[in-house]
């Protein structure tokens, strides 16, 4: 979230506005109606939720939840990680572009230190989520010298590394398709130090090309959404949090799933209105880019997760 945009006089969402935990699950409990098996708590930053933890309690009840996740950046996991696991937590995916201090400085803009992240992620470890996922979103000229050192971290310690294509969600990140760093030339990296053969995906809908390490065992990733989209499959709602529904990352506006809750106590309403949008959904931005352009309007994804 840019500080340039985002600062201490930024007027965010009022509390009136933002979904009740209770709100989460009812909604929650809907989609898997529908056939969801998977939830992800994401941001923003999930662990500034106020007692988040009891969050992760409510949806891990939901009958029909297979896998629980939460994506976060790290900096307040050192103390949450034990509680979220006791919780009911299944699996963490932690951001961290760099491990070199300045260039994670320079990529996150927010002043906090990459051994706060660090840290969090060995109480993660300590607290039985293994293996971690790592995610790196990866920009030319910036931290491209990460790539190998990230993967050597993460794949030493058993965990997964996925490296993302510098996207152009929103329009705050003041994108260009020269920053992009391919999934190609990720991969060209890696094979340097890494011998590589091509992992099968482990569902429909995968979004990242897997890759194991011969000689060690280790996986990483490849998500290129901007060099070769995948919209074709995929599976993917994302609710905000002050309840509207975006069917594609790259939407410009989201459809109004909180008012209805709060004007009908009758689930069959929730249930139909999000089947509808969900069989009408024709999103495909990423496959579209090049003829519709990237500098449209789009919803932060700081207001609806990765």
Same mark, same amino acid.
């Given at each position: ?18 979904? #009740?935990?209770?709100? %989460? ?8 109606? +529908? ?12 662990? +500034? ?11 891990? /009840? ?9 994506? !976060? ?87 997964? %590394? ?27 990296? +890696? ?32 998500? #290129? ?37 709060? #004007?009908?106590?009758?689930? /069959? ?9 969900? !069989? ?27």
């Amino acid at each position: 979230m840019p500080r340039e945009v985002f600062g201490p006089d930024y007027a965010f969402l009022p509390r009136e506005k933002i979904m #009740t935990f209770e709100e %989460i699950e009812r909604l929650a409990r809907c989609f898997v109606q +529908l056939g969801v098996r998977k939830i992800r708590l994401t941001g923003g930053e999930p662990l +500034l939720r106020r007692d988040i933890t009891k969050l992760v309690a409510m949806l891990a /009840a939901i009958p029909g939840v297979e896998d629980l996740a939460m994506t !976060t950046n790290g900096t307040l996991l050192k103390d949450l990680a034990q509680p979220l696991k006791e919780a009911g937590l299944h699996r963490l995916t932690v951001s961290l572009d760099a491990l070199d201090p300045e260039i994670f400085a320079r990529m996150n803009g927010t002043g906090f230190p990459v051994a706060k992240v660090l840290a969090g992620i060995e109480a993660a470890r300590a607290a039985g989520f293994h293996p971690l996922k790592v995610n790196a979103v990866i920009r030319r000229g910036i931290n491209e010298s990460e790539i190998v050192p990230l993967a050597r971290q993460f794949t030493g310690q058993g965990d997964i %590394i996925r490296f993302i294509e510098y996207m152009d969600v929103g329009n705050t990140n003041h994108w260009q398709s020269q920053d992009v760093v391919s999934g190609e030339e990720i991969r060209a990296r +890696l094979s340097t130090v890494f011998d590589l053969k091509g992992g099968s995906p482990q569902y429909v809908g995968e979004v990242a090309t897997r890759f194991i390490d011969r000689a060690h065992g280790g996986e990483v990733g490849v998500i #290129t959404s901007v060099t070769h989209p995948f919209c074709v499959n995929c599976s993917r709602a994302r609710l905000s949090s002050d309840g509207k529904l975006f069917t594609c990352l790259f939407s410009n506006e989201g459809h109004d799933l909180l008012g209805l809750a709060r #004007t009908t106590r009758d689930d /069959a309403l929730l249930l139909s209105e999000i089947g509808k949008l969900w !069989t009408k959904r024709e999103d495909r931005y990423s496959e579209l880019r090049a003829s519709v352009g990237s500098h449209g309007p789009k919803v932060e994804m700081s207001a609806i997760g990765g």
